[in-house]
């Protein structure tokens, strides 16, 4: 019976995927972060301190207004623009707009001159990630998201090397609640680091700006099996990952999944 009802969920996720059922979707984020710090208030899992612009934050992504903005895309490496044979040339902005439903909006890089975003009532970026590449297939330099007319609040970014944001944070879009299924994380620097999947909601109640635990796991240059969840987020909640580290240089990957469902 344990062995039917698995295969079951299997298949019933595998149909998920593909698009079968239209109330249903699967979410998922993949992060990494490199030399992470003992800040006492843990650091966020993505790349932002590796950015030579010098965001107003690193350790912790600012939460754009509720009301949403309008923002802007910059790379460090000029070889990324839409005409370039190397670089990225064309981003894809995965975001919820001000009622917190689900939008996408196409983006030409322009190299090291900032472009703005047509949408002006962006409230949340889930995803970013190139459509079209040169001949590189990937991005020359950091590609990254801030809001219009304020450099230093970097939102979310396309790490050199790369195609596609490894920033594992997301909120769940209005009328929706996702259903944590799983995530897990690795630390490859030897460095000891509590690693922590959180969200800003509790017993299935929103709580802005409150970032509740989900998940933790203690890693030291250790990968975690995949721990299965089974909780449900609430819509406009974001979820995210942080690390505690307890020495300098931690080096930190993570992923986590879920179900959305129309509610």
């Known amino acids: 019976m344990g062995r039917e009802r698995h295969t079951i969920e299997n298949n019933f996720y595998e ?18 972060r490199e030399s ?21 934050s690193h350790t912790t992504i600012p939460t754009p207004a509720a009301a949403g903005e309008q923002m802007r895309i910059v790379s460090e490496s000029a070889a990324d623009n839409g005409t370039s044979a190397t670089g990225v040339l064309v981003v894809r902005l995965a975001y919820l707009d001000a009622s917190g439903d689900e939008q996408t909006e196409d ?28 001949s590189g297939g990937i991005a020359a330099g950091h590609i990254y998201l801030h809001k219009t007319g304020t450099a230093g609040l970097v939102y979310n970014m396309i790490a050199a090397g790369g195609n596609k944001s490894l920033v594992p944070h997301r909120m769940v879009p209005r009328a929706k609640v996702l259903v944590l299924k799983g995530w897990g994380a690795s630390e490859g620097g030897g460095k000891r680091v509590n690693v922590r999947l959180r969200s800003t909601d509790m017993s299935g109640v929103l709580r802005s700006g409150v970032f509740c635990f989900k998940g933790v796991t203690y890693l030291n240059q250790s990968t975690s099996p995949e ?29 986590w999944w879920g179900i959305l469902e129309n509610t």
């Not at 001159?113 to 079209?132: C, L, P």
Request: charged fraction near 15%.
């Open 36 to 56: 992470i710090g003992t800040t006492s208030t843990g650091e966020d899992i993505w790349r932002g301190n590796e950015l030579a612009s010098a965001p107003t």
């Open 107 to 134: 983006v030409t890089i322009d190299g090291t001159t900032g472009v703005n975003t047509a949408a002006t009532d962006i409230r949340f970026v889930n995803d970013m990630y190139a459509i079209s590449v040169g």
């Open 227 to 255: 721990m299965a969840l089974n909780i449900a987020v609430p819509a406009l909640s974001i979820v995210k990952v942080s690390g505690w580290a307890a020495a300098l240089n931690a080096e930190v990957g993570c992923h």
């Open 15 to 32: 149909d998920v995927a593909r698009g079968l059922f239209a109330q249903n979707s699967i979410m998922s984020a993949l992060g990494e």
